[in-house]
């Protein structure tokens, strides 16, 4: 009885705690203070929350003004064929502008869980101590390859927003 109250008690605390995080990061966001978005150095990895689509466009900031904002999609090559790198954001349709991290951040974040996923599949499949390593570390680099590709083009962690409409 005292242990399942002790095991309520600390679930309890942990969502408490879980829900206070989140919270709080949403109150970080400045709710309307485009001056923020216009004073951001150029060269600054950022994601729009444009319109009714919902998801985050990953750009590189150039330039904002009173009513619109200018950046870079970050493309992958063959994206770069049918889509323009430019982007032109109207301000009266932005819903939100987020902070990112570069590209290399997100490469190696994906990678490294791409690879401890891969190399612990690996791993697990022989019989044979050898076996099991030269498979955990051939299967663990594949999947680290693989977790860099997705990790720059669907970042895990993201930095914290700046303007919210």
């Known amino acids: 009885m005292v242990a399942a109250l002790g ?9 408490l705690v879980a829900l206070l995080l989140l919270f709080a990061s949403n109150a970080s966001a400045q709710k309307g ?6 004073e951001l150095p150029y060269g600054t990895p ?19 003004v009173n009513d619109k904002l200018m950046c870079r999609r970050q ?18 349709q932005i819903r939100a502008v987020r902070l990112e991290y570069s590209d ?15 190399g612990a599949l690996g791993a697990s499949g022989s ?3 050898r076996g099991r390593f030269a498979a955990g570390l ?14 720059r083009d669907f970042p895990i962690f993201h930095r914290k927003t700046i303007y919210h409409q």
């Open 104 to 118: 290399t951040h997100n490469e190696l974040v994906g990678f490294a869980i791409g690879g401890a996923i891969g």
């Open 75 to 92: 493309l992958s090559r063959s994206g770069r064929i049918f889509i323009p790198p430019g982007a032109i954001y109207f301000r009266k």
């Open 138 to 151: 051939i299967i663990g680099i594949g999947g680290g390859a693989l977790g860099a590709l997705l990790g």
């Open 127 to 129: 019989g044979d101590p």
């Open 46 to 64: 950022i994601s729009v929350l444009y319109g009714g689509f919902p998801i985050h466009n990953p750009c590189t900031f150039q330039n904002a």
């Open 7 to 15: 095991e309520f008690i600390r679930s309890s605390i942990t969502i």
């Open 33 to 38: 203070d485009w001056t923020t978005v216009e």
